[in-house]
């Protein structure tokens, strides 16, 4: 969905090209966790949890978009955060049921 870094020659020229993936769901988190919560009935803090953590992941791995891209990336990255949410309203967990552990064996 979001791209690694651009090879660009010079930050000045990344930076009129790209926007840190980071960067842009921050500025528009609040419409995200609005239209999120509303469309799959979730709390809004538990969007804005997952988009806190998907935020500080993109930093983490410096990841960057298209400046052209913005609106394909921004519906794709709500599509996404609206899957694990609807997964969350189910099941307590954005990425599916927690496993649990294996049954022990019966003794002999």
């Not at 660009?8 to 995200?32: F, M, P, Q, T």
């Not at 469309?39 to 052209?68: E, F, I, N, P, Q």
């Amino acid at each position: 969905m979001f791209l690694r870094p651009p090879a660009c020659r010079g930050k000045r020229r990344r930076e009129l090209d790209y926007v840190r993936a980071d960067s842009l769901v921050r500025r528009h988190k609040r419409s995200i966790v609005a239209q999120v919560s509303r469309w799959v009935g979730v709390d809004d803090l538990a969007v804005r949890d997952l988009l806190d953590k998907c935020c500080l992941r993109a930093r983490a791995l410096d990841m960057w978009v298209r400046k052209d891209e913005r609106e394909k990336k921004l519906l794709e990255f709500t599509s996404y955060i609206s899957y694990h949410c609807a997964l969350y309203a189910i099941s307590d967990a954005y990425f599916g049921p927690r496993k649990q552990p294996p049954a022990p064996l019966p003794a002999a």
